[in-house]
């Protein structure tokens, strides 16, 4: 299947989300293209959509939101999950988060499949107010990869039963284990861009 993952990022936190979420599509067996929301023209060819934004002061990033304005005809006839992206702390992990009210009202109008919260990025050198305040006391990644594995696998078989197809074995994917090279430095956790 052809899934499109569009997203809204403004210092890249998100834009890696939606690279992760491609990822994870790809090793299922579908062809992810993940594209910055904004650059999106058409829907044609795709069997389901992914629209990925970030939060800032609890709304969700514009790109996202027009890009559900201008396609809303065409995204009511495909499958469509909403992603939001943006807390700075575990809150995300700690189970279903209720969608800021522009992810409420985005997944009201085109009947989206669902929506999911996961947690943000901001770089210790964030530029800009309040971002650069923000990254003073908050800087971290909280994007999970388990998490983003674990809705995408969800995602899948979700989509796999809409299109009478059968879903996918629940085989685990075995965790490749680094091996370190000699003085140079381990970074764990999620893909940080920072």
């Not at 834009?15 to 293209?33: K, N, V, Y």
């Not at 992206?85 to 209720?98: F, R, T, V």
């Amino acid at each position: 299947m052809r899934i499109l993952v569009a997203y809204g990022s403004k210092r890249g936190g998100t834009a890696g989300l939606a690279e992760m979420i491609g990822r994870e599509l790809t090793t299922l067996g579908h062809h992810a293209l993940v594209r910055p929301a904004r650059q999106v023209r058409g829907l044609d060819d795709l069997d389901a959509v992914i629209i990925a934004g970030s939060l800032y002061a609890g709304s969700w990033h514009r790109d996202a939101r027009r890009l559900v304005r201008r396609h809303a005809d065409e995204l009511r006839r495909l499958p469509v999950w909403l992603v939001a992206s943006g807390p700075l702390d575990d809150s995300a992990l700690a189970g279903e988060k209720p969608p800021v009210r522009q992810v409420a009202r985005a997944a009201a109008r085109i009947g989206a499949r669902g929506q999911v919260t996961f947690g943000g990025r901001l770089a210790p050198d964030a530029a800009g107010f309040p971002a650069a305040a923000m990254a003073k006391k908050r800087s971290g990644d909280w994007r999970d990869p388990v998490h983003v594995k674990r809705w995408t696998i969800a995602l899948v078989e979700d989509l796999t039963a809409v299109e009478g197809q059968p879903p996918l074995p629940m085989t685990p994917t075995p965790t490749p284990t680094p091996t370190p090279t000699p003085g140079a430095t381990t970074r764990t956790g999620s893909d940080v861009d920072g």
